[in-house]
């Protein structure tokens, strides 16, 4: 028999989180460790002391809330995300795997089921990196991925560290951060893009994470006035800005896999009659298969030395910024997601994530893997996110389907 | 016999009129209407009140000095720039033509030389457009063309209005701005591009004024995660700005007597790992043939739909934003300023302004003309900015002799 979490509470509690914080257009915003952000906590830990599960907080303000299995001493079967937003935030992205862990919680403690082992709700601190860099913080300390004093001293732009906000939080005397041993860990979350609403499949079996490579480039050529200065004579950067758009685009177009993005691009001094002297723009290469990652990456160079040979009074200067690996979740825990939506009855499609989670720090300490849902026309990070009733209790029933199977088992 | 102006003492009051409003590399910063900006002018009032030169303001902050000739109601040559800089600007730009212009008046002094028509020495108030738009103000208004009301409402980037800082300097008494009648203009200026620098030649016989248009362009598309969304189903403005950069130099490249600039390009909202759901960009093109103008117009028109066409998925929009018609200098003056030159010694260069300056604002009211020098590296408005000693009197001896031969003329 299957069972089936309660999907009006999940949807209602999900309606109410949205409440702490509340933006025009049904959005939210709780920037992490603000005042908005710790409201949200105290509503999820009002929710789990009603319920008699057991908080444990860390030093950099990551929260376990637990329900006991039979073995006490057993390996815990790890869920959750985060409930910080970004500035103009949705309802969803974050606050859904907390919500849908809390409801496998209460579900299993509804049911009286005893399970094996104990199941941990986790909320990290951090996720979005909106008001803090980096993101995915409270977790890449937990995992011994990011150091605890880079966190600490983080800032955000008013001046205000992570560490006086821990403090102002009364988090400074909680243990050290360190996840420990878990069983395994499992984040269910909205898609943030349009796969599954195109395939028109109800859940993503999430098989792992796309590497991302970011560059910043830099154009130098020489500022002048628009009108005296004859093209010929002139060093504008702005012709080879054309080349080296339509390079990054070629990189990203033969291969449906690369995901190739100029974010960043501005002239400088950005005057209208002014020649520009520079041009800055970023790059943002990803691919699901670190091989082909790596090719793309010394397409980006060859094709800029190319460039820098073709514009000799341009100066090109490329600059590597950040290298995440491609990751690699469980497949045993990713087999066990698409055989537990098979036997619900939803369709089911592996993909991987294009965008950063918590997740991808777990998956180097333990057994992870995520579940997808669909949102609607792939809109996140924004109020305007949707994932209907329905996406939302089937993903929360998968997870608690994944979470039985694993936290029923010996360990 | 062929009179000279005192190449010294030009050059020393160049080297003290730079004094005020010091910038660091040796600028000056004397923004319009600024206690700067006055005290440059008191600096003027001073030199040339010690010579007898009779001062004239009107309402909207221009000067006028007179030196009288024999036949008081004869209409007078008129010569002239301006004081204001940019905020960083160099020591030449305006000031050259102002400064050249005292010391035609003083050389005739000092020669004792009667001329039939009265010189006025003209400065206006506000040709950068640096604090307040629109640029070419005084001169606009005293020529009829920029309606007075509106250049007394312009404000600063901090609310002040021009109206308030022509009262606080006490302009505000003074007669409503009217250039009146009068036989010519003549300003010399630095040339502000490399062309005479690079043809060898000292004087620059501007023949008229490259006409401008100004279109602010924008490309709309949709704002997605660099990560999960494919490059196929991305609605992003990036490859259609490579497009649309090879159009504006393409247009460009077809005649060396156009120019074509991208002044300003921006990603919006530009951040790294966003695909922009928007591109903001400006298109200035510039012709001394305004048939061939209006064909790049027709040109970039054409293009833009053609591009629309082929991006069905992003909206372009264009908007044409200024048009400054081409300006055509009086031809008798022009001769007049090549046979100055070449009786002075000087190598000639018939050209068109690219920049913008008072004198096409004059040259709609009288017969207008202007001499260039050179400038090193084409370089102004920029501390950087240099013109020769050897330059500098070169065209202050150009504009005596033009002076003179106008003056001399009985009208």
Same mark, same amino acid.
């Given at each position: 028999?299957?069972?089936?979490?309660?999907? *009006? %509470?999940?949807?209602?509690?999900?309606?109410?989180?949205?409440?702490?914080?509340?933006?025009?257009?049904?959005?939210?915003?709780?920037?992490?460790?603000?005042?908005?952000?710790?409201?949200?906590?105290?509503?999820?830990?009002?929710?789990?002391?009603?319920?008699?599960?057991?908080? %444990?907080?860390?030093?950099?303000?990551?929260?376990?809330?637990?329900?006991?299995?039979?073995?006490?001493?057993?390996?815990?079967?790890?869920?959750? =995300?985060?409930?910080? #937003?970004?500035?103009?935030?949705?309802?969803?992205?974050?606050?859904?795997?907390?919500?849908?862990?809390?409801?496998?919680?209460?579900?299993?403690?509804?049911?009286?089921?005893? #399970?094996?082992?104990?199941?941990?709700?986790?909320?990290?601190?951090?996720? *979005?990196?909106?008001?803090?860099?980096?993101?995915?913080?409270? =977790?890449?300390?937990?995992?011994?991925?990011?150091?605890?004093?880079?966190?600490?001293?983080?800032?955000?732009?008013?001046?205000?560290?992570?560490?006086?906000?821990?403090?102002?939080?009364?988090?400074?005397?909680?243990?050290?951060?360190?996840?420990?041993?878990?069983?395994?860990?499992?984040?269910?979350?909205?898609?943030?893009?349009?796969?599954?609403?195109?395939?028109?499949?109800?859940?993503?079996?999430?098989?792992?994470?796309?590497?991302?490579?970011?560059?910043?480039?830099?154009?130098?050529?020489?500022?002048?006035?628009?009108?005296?200065?004859?093209?010929?004579?002139?060093?504008?950067?702005?012709?080879?800005?054309?080349?080296?758009?339509?390079?990054?685009?070629?990189?990203?177009? %033969?291969?449906?896999?690369?995901?190739?993005?100029?974010?960043?691009?501005?002239?400088?001094?950005?005057?209208?009659?002014?020649?520009?002297?520079?041009?800055?723009?970023?790059?943002?290469?990803?691919?699901?298969?670190?091989?082909?990652?790596?090719?793309?990456?010394?397409?980006?160079?060859?094709?800029?030395?190319?460039?820098?040979?073709?514009?000799?009074?341009?100066?090109?200067?490329?600059?590597?910024?950040?290298?995440?690996?491609?990751? %690699?979740?469980?497949?045993?825990?990713?087999?066990?997601?698409? =055989?537990?939506?098979?036997?619900?009855?939803?369709?089911?499609?592996?993909?991987?994530?294009?965008?950063?989670?918590?997740?991808?720090?777990?998956?180097?300490?333990?057994?992870?893997?995520?579940?997808?849902?669909?949102?609607?026309?792939?809109? =996140?990070?924004?109020?305007?996110?949707?994932?209907?009733?329905?996406?939302?209790?089937?993903?929360?029933?998968?997870?608690?389907?994944?979470?039985?199977?694993?936290?029923?088992?010996?360990?």
């Amino acid at each position: 028999m299957q069972h089936r979490i309660d999907g *009006e %509470r999940l949807w209602a509690r999900l309606l109410a989180m949205a409440q702490i914080g509340p933006i025009p257009g049904d959005g939210s915003c709780r920037l992490t460790l603000s005042d908005d952000d710790e409201a949200g906590r105290a509503l999820l830990i009002s929710w789990c002391a009603a319920r008699g599960f057991a908080l %444990r907080r860390d030093a950099i303000g990551n929260l376990f809330f637990r329900r006991q299995g039979r073995d006490a001493d057993a390996l815990p079967v790890l869920v959750g =995300s985060h409930l910080d #937003t970004q500035p103009t935030g949705g309802r969803f992205d974050g606050v859904l795997g907390v919500l849908a862990g809390l409801e496998v919680l209460e579900t299993l403690a509804d049911l009286d089921l005893e #399970t094996e082992r104990p199941v941990d709700l986790c909320v990290w601190t951090n996720e *979005e990196g909106s008001r803090f860099q980096p993101a995915m913080m409270g =977790s890449g300390v937990a995992c011994g991925i990011l150091p605890f004093e880079q966190a600490l001293a983080a800032c955000d732009a008013g001046g205000v560290r992570v560490a006086d906000e821990l403090v102002r939080h009364g988090y400074e005397r909680e243990p050290v951060p360190d996840i420990g041993l878990a069983d395994c860990y499992v984040e269910l979350h909205i898609e943030q893009g349009p796969i599954l609403e195109n395939s028109g499949k109800t859940i993503g079996v999430v098989t792992g994470g796309q590497g991302i490579r970011w560059y910043e480039i830099s154009l130098h050529g020489e500022e002048t006035h628009a009108g005296p200065v004859p093209m010929a004579l002139r060093k504008d950067p702005v012709p080879m800005l054309a080349r080296l758009i339509d390079l990054v685009h070629d990189i990203g177009g %033969r291969d449906p896999q690369a995901r190739c993005t100029i974010g960043q691009v501005r002239a400088v001094p950005g005057s209208i009659n002014v020649v520009p002297g520079r041009i800055e723009m970023t790059v943002d290469l990803r691919h699901p298969d670190e091989i082909e990652l790596e090719a793309m990456h010394h397409a980006l160079m060859r094709g800029c030395s190319d460039l820098s040979r073709n514009y000799p009074a341009i100066r090109l200067d490329v600059a590597p910024r950040w290298h995440s690996p491609v990751v %690699r979740f469980d497949a045993n825990l990713a087999n066990l997601v698409r =055989s537990c939506a098979e036997r619900l009855g939803f369709a089911a499609h592996d993909m991987v994530s294009g965008a950063g989670h918590d997740a991808f720090h777990l998956a180097r300490r333990m057994p992870t893997v995520m579940i997808f849902v669909p949102c609607r026309d792939g809109i =996140s990070h924004n109020p305007q996110e949707y994932a209907s009733p329905q996406a939302v209790a089937a993903g929360a029933d998968v997870l608690l389907s994944v979470v039985l199977d694993r936290a029923m088992s010996r360990g």
